[in-house]
């Protein structure tokens, strides 16, 4: 197992105003730049967002990060942020990038890039770069290590994986919720990490490659992984079924629980359809059938690790690798499995919206596409909107071409074409100010979210108010924009 080799290391962090990738946005960031070679801090980057004015933060993650009313009315606007975070990230190719919960990160930067009109949104992972989850290397340690330095919490009968739980309990403390100070304490465990549990760091700059993680699993008879959270945690024993048409996610068989005749027994009496529309990323542990993401720096072991899993244990090495052999084998299982991941595909596009912020994901971006973003790049920016309207032809429907507008609107109004500022206005009025329909955070639902605050959190009333007064001063202005 050879890991690749990085010449820097980026630890960051993201405050964010929701938990929506699309429709919530980056508030604050903080990212530091250690040179792997001497150790020591070269580089850092802050950075505190406003509120776009299309869009509402979620009351409750502004109660959870208490990020400040003042940030969202004065800094800077997100996607300038996005900008500069592109740019700067970009200053150090060959780095490895580490975050707590680094798919969280990783989304948000995804879609920050796309709608601040970046030809290059999956940038973390482009130009040597990966991306390594700590909270991925925690779960690992937790699932198979016999003693760990890091410990993590049972909390209500459940394991939290937390990063200020696991921080706090062991004995790292900070304050939680700020990007700086998150980055503070996420390096802290890094040092217990790298002191005591190298080797599994090893782990996930190995596995942070998805090529690496294909090769390794179809190798093995059978491999082992943590799978679900909280209640729904558990060690499995799996074996792949059918990988995704984008290769992103694997479909797997737990031979520790599920024999093959139960399996066929399981083909007998539901359809694919009917399991497609489970939740197989974190199933009941007693679900026999797990959908296995390759691509957000979750760690596997091989056939050897199978006494970490419960069930696999009471099964035994032996009749695991026989069962494992048996469904290599089943071609009308595998053949069952794709039909799952079909049909989860057919429903994935059958909830997809015609929201821009989607449409990150219809494909890479065109060399029509990356020459419009070049070029609409190097445009002052008083001068973009109308290298906008120049634009001839179909591309003024493109989604690089709607997002530049998009920001051009909300950013720069008084740089663009007085009636199209009067429509984007009354645009906003009818999307923040209609009825909730659950695409969209409205007033409405933020309402909502501050009446669940006051009923949860009934001695924190200062905070509740001051988050329901800038809301109703975004409401006012809203109203008033024209």
């Not at 509402?56 to 208490?66: D, M, T, V």
């Not at 592109?86 to 920050?112: M, T, V």
Request: proline content about 4%.
């Amino acid at each position: 197992m050879i890991s690749p080799k990085f010449s820097h290391r980026i630890i960051l962090d993201f405050e964010t105003s929701g938990l929506d990738k699309f429709r919530d946005g980056i508030l604050e960031v903080f990212a530091k730049v250690i040179c792997l070679a001497s150790g020591s801090e070269i580089d850092s980057f802050r950075a505190a967002c406003k509120s776009e004015s299309f869009k509402i933060p979620s009351p409750r993650a502004l109660f959870a990060n208490n990020y400040k009313v003042k940030n969202l009315v004065n800094s800077a606007h997100p996607l300038n942020v996005a900008t500069s975070l592109f740019n700067f990230i970009k200053r150090y190719p060959n780095s490895e990038i580490l975050a707590y919960n680094a798919h969280f990160d990783f989304s948000f930067s995804y879609n920050a890039f796309f709608q601040s009109i970046k030809s290059d949104p999956y940038a973390f992972k482009t130009d040597g770069r990966s991306v390594i989850c700590i909270m991925e290397v925690i779960r690992a340690l937790e699932a198979t290590a016999c003693s760990s330095s890091v410990t993590v919490p049972l909390i209500n009968g459940a394991r939290s994986f937390k990063q200020e739980d696991v921080c706090f309990s062991s004995g790292i403390f900070y304050l939680a919720h700020s990007a700086e100070s998150d980055v503070r304490g996420l390096e802290k465990l890094l040092e217990i990490i790298s002191l005591h549990h190298s080797d599994y760091l090893e782990k996930g700059r190995y596995f942070s490659k998805k090529s690496n993680a294909l090769n390794f699993i179809n190798s093995r008879p059978f491999f082992v992984t943590p799978i679900g959270f909280r209640n729904r945690y558990s060690v499995r024993c799996l074996v792949p079924l059918a990988l995704c048409d984008k290769k992103i996610n694997m479909l797997c068989a737990d031979i520790g629980r599920f024999t093959q005749m139960d399996f066929e027994h399981m083909q007998s009496r539901l359809n694919a359809s009917d399991i497609a529309q489970r939740n197989l990323n974190e199933p009941e542990p007693h679900y026999p059938l797990i959908e296995v993401p390759l691509n957000k720096s979750k760690i596997f072991f091989d056939e050897s690790y199978y006494e970490c899993s419960d069930y696999g244990l009471s099964v035994g090495k032996e009749k695991l690798a026989e069962r494992a052999n048996a469904v290599f084998k089943n071609a009308s299982l595998q053949d069952f499995a794709e039909r799952i991941l079909h049909f989860k595909k057919l429903r994935f596009e059958a909830f997809k919206t015609d929201d821009i912020e989607e449409k990150l994901f219809d494909d890479f971006p065109s060399s029509d596409e990356i020459g419009f973003i070049n070029d609409f790049d190097i445009v002052p920016v008083e001068d973009k909107y109308r290298f906008l309207i120049q634009e001839k032809g179909n591309f003024k429907n493109n989604r690089y071409h709607i997002l530049a507008r998009r920001f051009l609107l909300d950013a720069y109004p008084k740089n663009c074409d007085e009636r199209a500022v009067e429509k984007f206005n009354e645009w906003k009025r009818c999307r923040l100010f209609g009825t909730s329909d659950g695409k969209i955070r409205t007033f409405q639902d933020a309402g909502n979210e501050i009446s669940f605050l006051r009923r949860h959190h009934p001695n924190s009333m200062d905070r509740i108010n001051e988050i329901e007064n800038y809301l109703s001063f975004r409401e006012d202005e809203i109203e008033n924009a024209i």
